[in-house]
């Protein structure tokens, strides 16, 4: 009985944090799913869904466990942009083609537009 109020108490003392991520490079479902399942193996992650309409992520975590700065570095570190955290570059290679930010296609400058 006492064993039962003491585990009672304890989950009751950790404290949870819902944070929205701006994540721009997200492109796809594909993407959704590897953060999603990247982030779910975190300690104290809870709950985790990726828009990737909207470019955010929505993360409930234990703030005993974790800490947003972690959690940017655990997106980073799966090769997306998080907030101001930019993709590790060798995860981002690693990327499937359809999850990697759309190449900007620079026209030359006419000698008008030089002056």
Same mark, same amino acid.
């Given at each position: 009985?006492?064993?039962?109020c003491?585990?009672?108490?304890?989950?009751?003392?950790? /404290?949870?944090?819902?944070?929205?991520?701006?994540?721009?490079?997200v492109q796809?479902?594909?993407?959704?799913?590897?953060?999603?399942?990247?982030?779910?193996?975190?300690?104290?992650?809870?709950?985790?869904?990726?828009?990737?309409?909207?470019?955010?992520?929505?993360v409930?975590?234990?703030?005993?466990r974790?800490?947003?700065?972690?959690? %940017?570095? /655990?997106? /980073?570190?799966?090769?997306?942009d /998080?907030?101001?955290?930019?993709?590790?570059?060798?995860a981002y290679?690693k990327?499937?083609k359809c999850?990697?930010?759309? %190449?900007?296609?620079?026209?030359?400058?006419?000698?008008?537009?030089k002056?």
């Amino acid at each position: 009985m006492i064993a039962g109020c003491m585990l009672t108490i304890s989950a009751a003392a950790q /404290a949870s944090k819902k944070v929205v991520i701006q994540t721009p490079s997200v492109q796809c479902s594909m993407c959704k799913t590897k953060i999603e399942s990247y982030l779910k193996r975190e300690p104290g992650i809870q709950a985790v869904n990726v828009d990737y309409k909207k470019k955010t992520t929505t993360v409930t975590f234990l703030t005993d466990r974790n800490n947003i700065e972690q959690i %940017k570095t /655990a997106i /980073a570190n799966a090769g997306y942009d /998080a907030d101001d955290v930019t993709a590790d570059e060798t995860a981002y290679t690693k990327l499937p083609k359809c999850c990697k930010k759309p %190449k900007v296609v620079e026209t030359p400058a006419t000698e008008e537009q030089k002056q």
